[in-house]
């Protein structure tokens, strides 16, 4: 039977992605291949998220099989792409992109975003909206006769906008809807006349956190994503994705907090006590369970669809980062107090378990805020978990424009 070269290929098995591995290697050779190019080749030859289409730096294949490439590249010493500088780009604008986008969108988006050759970071919170984000009162209104979009506000928390190309931002474009309805999801360029960043000093004394203003930033119609007036719904799929690369990240064994915890129980004898023993003993299982349920958790991620569970992994990494970081200060007693680098850095990246056990306790109080509050989280976890019913909402169907601010 003559083959249909039209008709779609079968996506690879893992032997298959070996033998595609070994062509970029020896087309690539990661010794004398510079970096970006390296990357660029690896998105091309669609071994970046095996799982994406075909064009977008995939083949179609499942996502478990993403493992087979990332051990034959890494043991070849070929480079990453860092995700850990790019996780709002790689674990919130991506998926959005990628189910939301036009075609045109996501080819335009998508490489450099994987590559890291551009950073995003996400224009959601504000200040007067606080943890009712659908309460937010930046306004999108769109130009007669260019079709342009000029938006006007002020964001709040955002991570990595010092050093992002993009962002991916919800406005207000429908006033005489209610709260949840008239807003629009939109792409916006960083570096576009009227956006201003200014740093948030933490608590830690590092300013990883931004304020963003926007100023008549113009933003063309081009770059919105979804319908307009859908933005509520858009930002579902970014908010899910988010609690779930916040919530069930992968660690190692004893990784993370309680791996911080659990060696200086080990190397300092001299400090133990019967009390302290078993706490530790108790968030050891815990922080076990949770990472085992991580792992289980982010395999939601192959479909771009996580389900809410994932608010369950986020407060759970919360409440965990908190006791532990507390358990290791008072394991230290004194000697845990002396944190006294209140030098400002503008990291490019959240690290949870840098520093010393001054700085996990002080960056652990972050984590029920980030990302959605435990209070909201909890909200969630009733109403879309366990079917519990809703809490009475008086402003579900009044005009944004009618209610309190």
Not at 91 to 117: D, N, S, V
Not at 178 to 185: A, L, V
Not at 255 to 279: C, F, N, S, V, Y
Request: glycine letters at 12%; proline letters at 6%; charged letters at 25%.
């Amino acid at each position: 039977m003559q083959r249909n070269a039209a008709a779609p290929q079968p996506a690879p098995d893992a032997d298959g992605l070996r033998r595609r591995v070994r062509d970029l290697l020896d087309a690539h050779d990661p010794a004398t291949t510079p970096r970006e190019e390296f990357l660029r080749a690896r998105f091309d030859a669609g071994l970046a998220w095996v799982h994406f289409p075909e064009g977008l730096g995939g083949l179609g294949a499942p996502r478990s099989l993403q493992r087979v490439v990332d051990t034959e590249l890494e043991a070849a010493g070929a480079p990453d792409n860092d995700p850990r500088r790019i996780g709002i780009g790689l674990g919130m604008a991506a998926p959005t992109i990628l189910r939301y986008g036009t075609e045109e969108q996501k080819k335009r988006f998508l490489r450099p975003l994987w590559t890291g050759e551009e950073v995003w970071c996400q224009l959601f919170s504000e200040p007067g909206a606080g943890s009712d984000l659908a309460a937010l009162a930046t306004r999108a209104v769109r130009e007669d006769g260019t079709g342009d979009w000029v938006v006007d506000g002020q964001k709040v928390w955002t991570s990595s906008a010092h050093v992002a190309r993009w962002a991916i931002l919800i406005a207000r474009t429908d006033p005489d809807q209610p709260k949840h309805r008239g807003i629009t999801y939109f792409l916006c360029d960083m570096t576009d006349p009227g956006v201003e960043v200014r740093p948030l000093r933490q608590i830690t004394g590092e300013a990883e956190f931004n304020e963003v203003f926007l100023t008549g930033v113009r933003i063309p119609d081009s770059h919105r994503l979804g319908e307009i007036g859908d933005g509520w719904k858009v930002a579902q799929t970014t908010l899910n994705n988010e609690r779930v690369a916040i919530g069930g990240g992968r660690v190692p064994r004893e990784g993370g907090m309680i791996g911080k915890a659990a060696a200086t129980w080990r190397e300092r004898p001299e400090l133990r006590t019967h009390d302290l023993h078993q706490r530790l003993l108790g968030l050891w299982v815990e922080a076990e369970a949770a990472r085992l349920a991580a792992i289980r958790l982010g395999q939601q991620l192959a479909t771009g669809q996580p389900g809410p569970e994932g608010v369950a992994m986020k407060l759970g990494f919360a409440r965990l980062a908190q006791e532990i970081s507390g358990l290791e200060v008072e394991l230290l007693a004194d000697e845990g107090l002396t944190y006294q680098d209140w030098t400002m850095v503008r990291p490019q990246h959240v690290d949870f378990t840098g520093r010393d056990a001054g700085y996990r306790y002080l960056r652990a109080k972050g984590n029920s805020i980030e990302g959605g509050t435990s209070e909201v989280l909890l909200n969630i976890v009733a109403e879309r978990v366990l079917g519990l019913p809703g809490e009475p909402r008086t402003d579900k169907d009044v005009p944004w424009k009618e209610l309190a601010r």
